[in-house]
């Protein structure tokens, strides 16, 4: 029996999807009350503290077998305890965040599905049939979801070029500094 290799593109895409997916739609929101030079200190804090705990765990996963989890690792060093207070951390961001695709998807569909079909469509049923073709993907295969999410993180990309392309020729320092 031949077992196929993950490919590792496909799983550097789900982990940017993953990490680009909420950002890029919470991020200009949620800064933009600290304008431009205030925007970009909260990025790059954001990004080294990114950065710095991706590197512990790297660190702590080399002094584990292959195959030892999260759980594992957390129970092992910081004991039962924060192992228990990690574990919902854990679920409470996973539940919000399938709430919130699920609720922000289902919206999109529901809207797109109504002017497909010249009508209104509900919330809920827009919310179901999201969940119902995501549910799907993932239920098929891995090597599906990791086909969507390069098709998706590639579109973001594009969109996000050809979205400040234009904006960048006409940005200028004294307005994104406020020093007019």
């Known amino acids: 029996m031949s077992t196929k290799t993950p490919s590792l593109f496909g799983g550097a895409m ?14 200009p929101t949620a800064t933009s009350g600290v304008w431009f030079a205030g925007s970009l ?9 990114m950065l710095s705990s991706g590197l512990m765990i790297l660190e702590v996963n080399t002094h584990y077998p ?16 924060w192992n228990i207070i990690n574990g919902v951390a ?3 961001v996973l539940y ?38 995501l549910a799907f993907c993932v239920w098929a295969s891995a090597r599906l979801v990791d086909r969507f999410t390069s098709i998706l993180i590639g579109g973001m990309v594009l969109t996000f070029i050809w979205a400040t392309g234009g904006l960048i020729a006409d940005a200028k320092m004294p307005v994104l500094f406020d020093t007019q």
Do not use: C, R
């Open 96 to 133: 919000l965040l399938t709430y919130a695709y699920i609720f922000v998807g289902g919206d999109l569909t529901a809207k797109g599905i109504g002017s497909a079909v010249g009508g209104e469509i509900s919330l809920s049923v827009g919310q179901l049939v999201f969940f119902g073709i």
């Open 14 to 27: 789900i982990i940017a999807g993953t990490v680009i997916g909420a950002g890029m739609l919470a991020n």
């Open 66 to 81: 292959h195959g030892a989890s999260f759980d594992t690792m957390v129970k092992d060093l910081l004991g039962p305890v």
């Open 41 to 49: 200190v909260v990025l790059l804090y954001t990004w080294f503290s």
């Open 90 to 92: 854990v679920a409470f």
